[in-house]
């Protein structure tokens, strides 16, 4: 079956430094893969996503890169901000056929000045 | 461009009462779906909906009902509302384009049960 692994937090970050949270998955086919964040108080807003493998979404300065031969969707930032703090969910969904997404159980991210 | 929107935001019930969490979204989506968080914890699947008068049970549907009348909405039904039905509820809709599927949620309905 489909299922997502990511890193658990919370991962506290000083301003500046890098940041990486991991996320593997196990999937039937091919599907498209996702990184969902959500501030404090609001519903999930997609980041960013990739729909086969070897491509990197990429936005806001955030990166994850598309691995098939590790089944990972590892997402990275240079430099992080106070801004960035949140909780970050890895999630796979249908590319072609299929109707349900997974969703990690969120990686929750702080980044003090 | 108001994407999936989700009325009430904030609801109190007391054990035992019936509400519904109202849908709708306008990007003509197929799929709809509802989820609930729980504090600190991922997303789960309640029921999902792939078209017009087609719905399904997700991973935990007991205490929920749905309908799907028309493709815009989906409201989500909690019958004999218990403190375990506590939790932030999420509608979501996804498209099934070429560029890859993506689902979209709304901001959630806070739902707290005394």
């Not at chain 1, 997609?46 to 089944?71: I, M, Q, V, W």
């Not at chain 2, 914890?41 to 719905?55: N, P, Q, W």
């Not at chain 2, 375990?84 to 949620?105: E, K, L, M």
Request: include cysteine; charged fraction near 15%.
């Amino acid at each position: 079956g489909n299922s997502v692994t990511q890193m658990e937090g919370p991962v506290t970050l000083s301003e500046e430094a890098f940041l990486t949270i991991n996320c593997t998955y196990t999937a039937t086919g091919y599907p498209s893969l996702f990184w969902y964040v959500q501030y404090p108080g609001e519903g999930l807003q997609l980041l960013l996503k990739a729909t086969k493998a070897d491509d990197k979404g990429s936005n806001k300065g955030f990166e994850a890169t598309y691995r098939k031969e590790t089944t990972s969707f590892h997402l990275e930032k240079g430099s992080v901000q106070v801004s960035d703090s949140a909780v970050y969910f890895c999630a796979l969904g249908p590319r072609n056929t299929g109707n349900q997404f997974y969703f990690g159980t969120g990686t929750s991210l702080t980044v003090i000045p | 461009n108001a994407g999936v929107t989700q009325t009430p935001k904030f609801r109190i019930l007391k054990i035992g009462q019936s509400m519904t969490l109202q849908c709708t979204q306008d990007m003509n989506h197929n799929y709809m779906y509802w989820y609930r968080q729980d504090p600190g914890m991922g997303l789960k699947l309640i029921y999902y909906s792939v078209g017009a008068g087609i719905t399904d049970k997700g991973e935990v549907p007991n205490g929920y009902n749905v309908s799907r009348s028309t493709t815009e909405d989906f409201p989500l039904r909690l019958e004999l509302a218990a403190p375990s039905q506590t939790s932030v509820y999420f509608c979501a809709s996804s498209d099934r384009g070429a560029s890859g599927n993506t689902i979209y949620f709304g901001e959630g309905s806070w739902l707290t049960v005394v």
